[in-house]
């Protein structure tokens, strides 16, 4: 399998070198030649979660054997609380959440970021690479904890995590701010998470940048969902999750599914993209976002515009204006038009919008729906969803919840619908228990998760527990114009 760049067709690596590059020359995504198919679906079900995960990965790094892939994946994954891995709960009217938080960090990152590094170990290895890979990454919230948690004391890996200073949750940053490890830095931007992707976006095309690195034997990638490495097992679990609905009775084999993601840099729903590409029978494509709409706006109008308002809202891991996942799509729906998607990322970088035609937007709508919510209707949603299912929800799942819906009012499909839960509850236990609970006075972050598990009768999950305890090891901040700086200073490099 071949993978070529989004905006330069011409650019053709392997498999395992998209990994270990994480983004392509010229600030371009690998994408594949052609999309692999899943040819036995049907036997999915009857697999275990790590073996469904190898089975879907090995036909897209096809380079590598089942039985190497099925090794790394197995050592994975020791660290969740659920036997099933990402199971698949059923709520009331056809509903179903697929919860992606039972890992380490309790975030759906870690469905990727616990096998990543084993996986970049086993690519650069094969790519013959001998410099240490430093990993750099941009994190709305839940990537940089997952990626610091499966990166931390990797040999030969050094890693960098840039965070909004005042754009995560208390929990999420001190989840960041308390990591162990002697490869790890975590550094605080003064400005919003598009700040932070730019920034690290700039020294991923910095040629000077990339020279100093390289003259210590450093070479850069990326954890972020735009390496194909991330991407990868995101994909997995939507055809696992397929499976898991057969075995579990809630669908017959061959029955079609809607998917619902509460998405703000547009991998995850990119992913399940990818699955329906692949064979999984996924009729429509639900894009859920909060207030921070672009995404939504995007597949109702076909413009894309970031000339807009950025709000800091209670699902802080979708408060993104610059998708770059979108970038990927794009390049489908566009007929793998390099050249058109190199326009349209000129033109955001320009202008901050570019706009789709009409045949370009109805490809677009023919699989997506938009919708959003705002933070009265996701805190709405968090209380109606624990009425009426007896089932607790985050506030990013709450904004899928919702919007979810409203797809059902509008378009009266009653498809099963398959609904990414993509953190715990106990992430976000202020905004959660003043959802349920309007009146109440809770205190700090730690008070509102021990008065959310009285209310509720659930267990603070110890990852979140600890963390009142933990010492602050990282402390570092920047502007978004001194990122290089503050990177090449945690190296100790001197220019």
């Given at each position: 399998?071949?993978?070529?760049?989004t905006?330069?067709?011409?650019?053709?690596?392997?498999?395992h070198?998209?990994?270990?590059?994480?983004i392509?020359?010229?600030?371009?995504?690998?994408?594949?030649?052609?999309?692999?198919?899943?040819?036995?679906?049907?036997?999915?079900?009857?697999?275990?979660?790590?073996?469904?995960?190898?089975?879907?990965?090995?036909?897209?790094l096809?380079?590598?054997?089942?039985?190497?892939?099925?090794?790394?994946c197995?050592?994975?994954?020791?660290?969740?609380?659920?036997?099933?891995?990402?199971?698949?709960?059923?709520?009331?009217?056809?509903?179903?959440?697929?919860?992606?938080?039972?890992?380490?960090?309790?975030?759906?990152?870690?469905m990727?970021?616990?096998?990543?590094?084993?996986?970049?170990?086993?690519?650069?290895?094969?790519?013959?690479?001998?410099?240490?890979?430093?990993?750099?990454?941009?994190?709305?919230?839940?990537?940089?904890?997952?990626?610091?948690?499966?990166?931390?004391?990797?040999?030969?890996?050094?890693?960098?995590?840039?965070?909004?200073?005042?754009?995560?949750?208390?929990?999420?940053?001190l989840?960041?701010?308390?990591?162990?490890g002697?490869?790890?830095?975590?550094?605080?931007?003064?400005?919003?998470?598009?700040d932070?992707?730019?920034?690290?976006?700039?020294?991923?095309?910095?040629?000077?940048?990339?020279?100093?690195?390289?003259?210590?034997?450093?070479?850069?990638?990326?954890?972020?969902?735009?390496?194909?490495?991330?991407?990868?097992?995101?994909?997995a679990?939507?055809?696992?999750?397929?499976?898991?609905?057969?075995?579990?009775?809630?669908?017959?084999?061959?029955?079609?599914?809607?998917?619902?993601?509460?998405?703000?840099n547009?991998?995850?729903?990119?992913?399940?993209?990818?699955?329906?590409?692949?064979?999984?029978?996924?009729?429509?494509?639900?894009?859920?976002?909060?207030?921070n709409?672009?995404?939504?706006?995007?597949?109702?109008?076909?413009?894309?515009?970031?000339?807009?308002?950025?709000?800091?809202?209670s699902?802080?891991?979708?408060?993104?204006?610059?998708?770059s996942?979108?970038?990927?799509?794009?390049?489908?729906?566009?007929?793998?038009?390099?050249?058109?998607?190199?326009?349209w990322?000129?033109?955001?970088?320009?202008?901050?919008?570019?706009?789709?035609?009409?045949?370009?937007?109805?490809a677009?709508?023919?699989?997506?729906?938009?919708?959003?919510?705002?933070?009265?209707?996701?805190?709405?949603?968090?209380?109606?969803?624990?009425?009426?299912?007896?089932?607790?929800v985050?506030?990013?799942?709450?904004?899928?919840?919702?919007?979810?819906?409203?797809?059902?009012?509008?378009?009266?499909?009653n498809?099963?619908?398959?609904?990414?839960?993509?953190a715990?509850?106990?992430k976000?236990?202020?905004?959660?228990?003043?959802?349920?609970?309007?009146?109440?006075?809770?205190?700090?972050?730690?008070?509102?998760?021990?008065?959310?598990?009285?209310?509720?009768?659930t267990?603070?999950?110890?990852?979140?527990?600890?963390?009142?305890?933990?010492?602050?090891?990282?402390?570092?901040?920047?502007?978004?114009?001194?990122?290089?700086?503050?990177?090449?200073?945690?190296?100790?490099?001197?220019?």
């Amino acid at each position: 399998m071949r993978y070529i760049s989004t905006r330069n067709a011409d650019i053709s690596v392997s498999g395992h070198r998209a990994v270990v590059e994480g983004i392509a020359p010229g600030g371009g995504l690998f994408a594949p030649v052609e999309l692999p198919k899943i040819e036995n679906l049907v036997h999915i079900d009857d697999m275990p979660y790590t073996m469904r995960l190898a089975h879907v990965i090995n036909l897209w790094l096809d380079e590598f054997s089942p039985d190497e892939l099925q090794a790394v994946c197995d050592d994975s994954y020791d660290r969740f609380d659920d036997p099933a891995i990402a199971p698949v709960k059923a709520l009331n009217g056809g509903r179903y959440a697929l919860e992606l938080w039972h890992g380490p960090t309790l975030a759906f990152k870690d469905m990727a970021l616990q096998l990543l590094p084993g996986l970049m170990r086993m690519c650069a290895d094969k790519a013959g690479e001998k410099r240490d890979i430093l990993i750099l990454v941009a994190t709305s919230g839940d990537t940089g904890k997952a990626a610091l948690e499966g990166f931390a004391d990797q040999p030969g890996v050094r890693i960098c995590v840039f965070y909004p200073e005042n754009g995560v949750s208390h929990a999420q940053k001190l989840q960041m701010i308390t990591q162990t490890g002697a490869n790890v830095d975590v550094i605080a931007v003064r400005g919003n998470f598009d700040d932070a992707q730019t920034g690290v976006k700039k020294i991923f095309t910095d040629e000077r940048m990339i020279d100093v690195l390289n003259n210590h034997s450093i070479r850069l990638s990326s954890a972020n969902s735009i390496n194909l490495g991330r991407l990868l097992p995101q994909v997995a679990y939507y055809a696992a999750a397929y499976g898991e609905m057969v075995k579990s009775g809630y669908i017959p084999y061959g029955a079609a599914i809607n998917v619902c993601v509460p998405t703000g840099n547009f991998g995850n729903i990119l992913a399940a993209y990818y699955a329906m590409g692949m064979g999984v029978p996924i009729n429509r494509l639900v894009c859920a976002s909060n207030c921070n709409n672009v995404l939504s706006d995007f597949i109702n109008t076909g413009v894309y515009d970031a000339n807009r308002e950025f709000h800091l809202t209670s699902s802080p891991s979708m408060d993104i204006l610059i998708s770059s996942n979108l970038e990927r799509l794009l390049f489908e729906i566009s007929g793998r038009d390099h050249g058109q998607v190199r326009r349209w990322m000129d033109e955001l970088s320009r202008t901050g919008r570019y706009a789709l035609n009409a045949a370009q937007k109805s490809a677009l709508k023919e699989r997506f729906f938009g919708g959003w919510a705002s933070e009265e209707e996701v805190a709405r949603e968090i209380r109606r969803v624990y009425e009426e299912d007896n089932y607790l929800v985050d506030p990013h799942t709450a904004v899928a919840m919702k919007v979810a819906r409203d797809y059902r009012e509008k378009t009266f499909d009653n498809t099963p619908m398959l609904i990414a839960s993509t953190a715990s509850p106990f992430k976000f236990a202020g905004s959660v228990l003043r959802a349920i609970m309007p009146d109440i006075e809770c205190g700090d972050d730690f008070a509102c998760c021990r008065a959310l598990s009285e209310v509720t009768g659930t267990e603070v999950p110890p990852a979140i527990a600890e963390l009142a305890y933990k010492p602050i090891l990282h402390n570092g901040v920047c502007d978004p114009a001194d990122m290089e700086r503050a990177l090449l200073e945690n190296l100790d490099i001197r220019l």
